[in-house]
């Protein structure tokens, strides 16, 4: 079993900050890439931002500059830095792992339940 839990959202004004953090649990045998995404009402699933074990990074256009993506290997941790916040960022956000268990060894996606960022004035 292997879970995933996000932390850290909430309701922020424009030009805030927030940091979500997420941990991945379980009989984990390695993790390849980890990864946020965001879904707003009505709209698609996109992707936010990923990093991977070899230490690649991509973000969105939309958050360039705005937000960072760490990830803490040991503790099979990624966090989501999110600094001069839109109210158009408003969303769930969702962490993903891209892992092998200790069982299975084939890469398979795992995702957290997500986090609701608000942003309102």
């Known amino acids: 079993q292997v879970q995933l839990v996000e932390s850290g959202g909430g309701l922020v004004q424009p030009g805030g900050s927030l940091t979500l953090s997420c941990a991945a649990s379980?009989?984990?045998?390695?993790?390849?890439?980890m990864a946020w995404y965001r879904q707003a009402p009505g709209k698609q699933r996109e992707l936010v931002a990923t990093?991977?074990?070899?230490?690649?990074?991509t973000y969105a256009d939309s958050v360039k500059g705005r937000f960072t993506i760490s990830r803490d290997n040991p503790k099979n941790t990624v966090h989501l830095q999110m600094n001069s916040l839109k109210p158009e960022d408003t969303a769930v956000y969702y962490c993903?792992?891209?892992?092998?268990?200790?069982?299975?060894?084939?890469?398979?996606?795992?995702w957290g339940q997500g986090t609701q960022v608000t942003v309102s004035s």
């Open positions: 379980g009989s984990i045998r390695s993790i390849s890439a």
């Open positions: 990093t991977t074990d070899e230490g690649r990074i």
């Open positions: 993903k792992a891209d892992l092998r268990t200790l069982t299975i060894g084939v890469l398979r996606n795992y």
